[in-house]
């Protein structure tokens, strides 16, 4: 191997050393951090899981606070409740249609 090579190697395995310090020194100090956005997102999925709907908290107004409403859908438990999805032809050709209604019991 020559002797650039080994070099590149070392700085290379240097520099990864580096940042994986880097990152558990971030690791230690933020520890169990979790975003106010997604620590929002995880609120309402709660709230809805528990049967008080959309809302941020329970016994207020539904407001649409989350950014995302299929990430929150996702983080309810999915034994909570039920989609039943239904898809329907229009045109009786045997094409696909799409007229989809999709219900969440």
């Known amino acids: 191997m020559p002797a650039d090579s080994r ?5 290379f ?3 990864l050393l580096v940042a994986i310090a880097i990152l558990a020194v971030h690791i ?23 049967g008080d709907g959309l809302v941020l908290n329970p016994g207020t107004d539904p407001v ?5 409403a ?3 859908a996702t983080a309810v438990d999915p034994e909570v409740y039920t989609v039943r999805v239904r898809a329907r ?3 009786g050709a045997g094409l696909p ?9």
Do not use: H, M, P, W
Not at 28 to 50: E, H, S
């Open 70 to 72: 299929t990430y929150t």
């Open 64 to 68: 649409e606070g989350y950014s995302n």
């Open 28 to 50: 230690v100090q933020y520890g169990n951090f979790i975003a106010d956005d997604a620590g929002i997102t995880f609120a309402y999925a709660k709230n809805l899981a528990r």
């Open 97 to 105: 249609s799409n007229d989809v209604v999709v219900t969440i019991q």
């Open 89 to 91: 032809n229009g045109c």
């Open 7 to 11: 070099r590149d190697t070392s700085l």
């Open 13 to 15: 395995l240097a520099g």
